[in-house]
C-alpha cells in the first residue's frame, strides 16, 4: 500500500518541493492549507491542476496551526505513516514586528502538532524543519548537531522551543520525532521577500528597464545558502531511518550578501556597481553571524549531499526571473 504523508506549509517553497518528491515516490501526499482571502498556492498550481493527481494522490485539508481541533481531524482524516512539520512565520526580518504571532505558529503550533502525535497509538514519522537560526550567534564554526542554541531574533526563539520539545517529546514518549537543522535554502519559489529571491528579480527587473536600482540591507552580511530541493531530499531521509535522530543540513559554505548580488547581476549582464543602494529600512535590529553548517553526520549517516553549488543556484534564479518577466509576470 502507498504511504501516505501530510505536509503543514504544503503551499511554502519546501512543501511544494517535498510533495514533488513524495508524489514521485508513490506516496499519497495530504497537505494542510490556511483559508485565507488570497488563495495563494502558485507553487502547487501545477499539481492541483492535474486532474491525474489531485484528489487521486494529493488532497488538501484546511486547517491552521492555531486550531487544534481542525488539526486533529486532519490527521484523522489523513492517516500518515509520516509528518512533515514546515509551516510557520519563516522570515526572520518580519519575526522583529510580529513576535507573538511568529511564536504562536512556529513554537506553540509545533507543541500543538507534537501533543497529537502523543495520542495516535501507530506511530506516525514527524520531522520538524528547525532551523540554523537556533545558533544565532555561536563559538562554533561550522556548528553541528550538538552546538549550543543561542538565539538572537525572536524567530530563532521560537525555532529553538520547537526544536528542543521535539527533543523532550522524542525522549520521553518514545515518538519517532526528528529535527532537521536546516540552513538557509533557497529557489526561484523562495518567497520575493528573502535575499537571494529579491536580488535576483531585482536584476531581471532592471535589465528589463522595469526598475533603475534595488535597494537592499547589509550586503556584508554571510549566509551558507543551498537548494530547497536537495535540503527536502534530506527530509525524507531523516524519516526513512531505523531510529529518529536530528541532522544538519547545511551547504558548509559561506557566501556574503554582495556575493548574491554579483552573481546574479553578471548572470543578467549588467554591472551590479550601478545598480544598488543601501537602505537602513533592511537592516536587522540584530544581526545572526557565520551561520555555517557541518553536515557530516547527514552524509555519513543519510549518504545525503548538496547538488547544487551556490553559483548554479543564482544563475539559475535570475534566469528564471528573467523568463518570468518576459512574460509578463
Ligand atoms: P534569513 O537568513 O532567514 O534572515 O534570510 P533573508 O534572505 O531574509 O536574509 C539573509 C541575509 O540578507 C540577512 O543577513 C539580511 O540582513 C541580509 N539582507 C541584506 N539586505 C536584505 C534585504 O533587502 N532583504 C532581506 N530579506 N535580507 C537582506
Not at 522570515?91 to 513576535?99: A, D, K, L, R, T
Not at 530547497?228 to 531523516?238: K, P, R, T
Not at 544581526?287 to 553548517?293: F, Q
Request: aromatic share 10%.
Amino acid at each position: 500500500m502507498a504511504k501516505r504523508a501530510l505536509i503543514t506549509g504544503i503551499t511554502g517553497q519546501d512543501g511544494s518541493f517535498l510533495a514533488e518528491l513524495l508524489l514521485a515516490k508513490d506516496y499519497e501526499v495530504h497537505g494542510v492549507v490556511r483559508r485565507t482571502s488570497t488563495l495563494e498556492r502558485t507553487r502547487i498550481d501545477h499539481l492541483t491542476s492535474n486532474p491525474e493527481i489531485y484528489n487521486k494522490s494529493l488532497f488538501l485539508h484546511y486547517a491552521e496551526l492555531s486550531e487544534p481541533i481542525a488539526l486533529r481531524r486532519v490527521i484523522d482524516k489523513s492517516a500518515p505513516d509520516e509528518v512533515y512539520h514546515l509551516a510557520g512565520q519563516s522570515h526572520v526580518g518580519i519575526s522583529f514586528e510580529i513576535p507573538e504571532t511568529t511564536l504562536d505558529m512556529t513554537a506553540t503550533g509545533t507543541l500543538r502538532l507534537l501533543e497529537m502525535m502523543r495520542d495516535y497509538s501507530t506511530q506516525i514519522r514527524f520531522f520538524h524543519a528547525s532551523s540554523s537560526e537556533i545558533f544565532g550567534r555561536p563559538d562554533h564554526f561550522p556548528q553541528n548537531e550538538t552546538c549550543p542554541f543561542k538565539p538572537v531574533n525572536p524567530y530563532g526563539c521560537a525555532k529553538a522551543y520547537a526544536t528542543l520539545m521535539t527533543d523532550v517529546y522524542r525522549e520521553t514518549y518514545g515518538l519517532f520525532a526528528c529535527n532537521g537543522i536546516l540552513y538557509n535554502h533557497e529557489s526561484q519559489r523562495r518567497g520575493e521577500n528573502f535575499v537571494t529571491r529579491k536580488i535576483c528579480r531585482g536584476a531581471a527587473q532592471i535589465k528589463a528597464g522595469l526598475k533603475d536600482y534595488l535597494t537592499l540591507g547589509d550586503v556584508t552580511s554571510l549566509r551558507d545558502w543551498g537548494h530547497a530541493e536537495d535540503y527536502v531530499q534530506g527530509m525524507w531521509l531523516a524519516l526513512q531511518q531505523d531510529a529518529p535522530e536530528n541532522y544538519v543540513f547545511a551547504t558548509g559554505e559561506l557566501h556574503s550578501v554582495d556575493e548574491v548580488v554579483q552573481t546574479a547581476f553578471i548572470a543578467a549582464g549588467l554591472d551590479p556597481k550601478k545598480f544598488i543602494r543601501q537602505d537602513p529600512r533592511f537592516m536587522r535590529p540584530s544581526e545572526s553571524t557565520r551561520l555555517v553548517g557541518d553536515a557530516s553526520k547527514a552524509k555519513n549517516k543519510l549518504g545525503w549531499a548538496p547538488k547544487w553549488t551556490f553559483t548554479e543556484m543564482i544563475e539559475s534564479m535570475t534566469r528564471h526571473e528573467i523568463k518570468l518577466i518576459s512574460q509578463g509576470k
